[in-house]
């Protein structure tokens, strides 16, 4: 079983940067695939990225592309979301979850933390 805590949310303006991370209890992190999800107010929770289980592999939605990036250090126990050229439209909860498929479905994912809000002003 894996515990995920985000952190790191907060007030930003519209282009400035926020830096999540999502810190992981037990003693097999390193062996989780590991994304990142967000959920804005009256829509469907969507991927954000996604990193393979030694770092070597990362995917974007095309909606972040350029302007996330995803990391993890398995000896900290912790992955990360660095967020920069933040837009409006970026405000919503953003979740981390932990699995074994390198899957932009939600369904892929066993393990998730209880999510940090970002809001972007304009």
């Known amino acids: 079983q894996v515990q995920l805590v985000e952190s790191g949310g907060g007030l930003v303006q519209a282009g400035g940067s926020l830096r999540l991370s999502c810190a992981a209890s037990?003693?097999?992190?390193?062996?989780?695939?590991m994304g990142w999800f967000r959920q804005a107010p009256g829509k469907e929770r969507e991927f954000v990225a996604v990193?393979?289980?030694?770092?070597?592999?990362?995917k974007y939605a095309d909606s972040v592309k350029g302007r996330f990036t995803i990391s993890r250090d398995n000896a900290k126990n912790t992955v990360w979301l660095q967020m920069n050229t933040l837009r409006p439209e970026d405000t919503a909860v953003y979740y981390c979850?932990?699995?074994?498929?390198?899957?932009?479905?939600?369904?892929?994912?066993?393990?998730w933390g209880q999510g940090t809000q970002v809001t972007v002003s304009s």
């Open positions: 979850a932990a699995g074994f498929e390198g899957s932009n479905s939600t369904s892929e994912y066993l393990y």
């Open positions: 037990g003693h097999t992190f390193s062996s989780y695939v």
């Open positions: 990193i393979s289980w030694n770092g070597g592999r990362t």
